[in-house]
């Protein structure tokens, strides 16, 4: 896999574009704004609609043209093991929310059965009453507070 960091963002024209390719695919995300596009998101391109089917109204109401890519970008969402990172909100008032995961109480878990699975529960669940709020420009520092960035100070 390769990794570079020194793309500039169409967002802020900033050095803050983290590029990878893996497996012919090049992925961008945007690590001020939490924007990402990849090489299938192209103009046209049958893959917009198969994602645009099964992603969330305002993810696809923020959708970016980059003219110059020739490509789509959409905020982001990040699921890792401790919690997930999403965008919510209204067109102009959206923001980026952190929400943990947590384990669930054997008595908690009688409120979560797993569909088809008779007496079997979810032992977590995302926390999104627990949620912390970001701003929609403000997406390194919820990266940071998760673990999944770090400062970087300049040379």
Wanted: charged share 30%; proline share 4%.
């Amino acid at each position: 896999m390769k990794i570079d960091t020194t793309e500039i963002s169409p967002f802020t024209d900033e050095k803050s574009v983290v590029v990878e390719e893996h497996d012919g695919i090049e992925t961008r995300i945007c690590m001020d704004t939490g924007f990402t596009t990849n090489s299938l998101y192209k103009v046209g391109s049958d893959k917009i609609e198969e994602f645009e089917a099964t992603t969330a109204e305002l993810i696809k109401n923020l959708r970016y043209t980059d003219e110059e890519l020739g490509q789509y970008w959409y905020p982001t969402t990040v699921m890792f093991t401790h919690g997930m990172i999403y965008p919510e909100g209204g067109l102009t008032d959206w923001e980026w929310v952190f929400a943990p995961i947590v384990k669930l109480t054997e008595e908690e878990k009688k409120k979560y059965p797993i569909p088809g699975k008779k007496g079997e529960y979810y032992e977590t669940r995302i926390a999104t009453d627990m949620a912390e709020r970001y701003g929609y420009r403000d997406f390194r520092a919820v990266c940071k507070r998760v673990g999944l960035a770090k400062e970087v100070v300049s040379e």
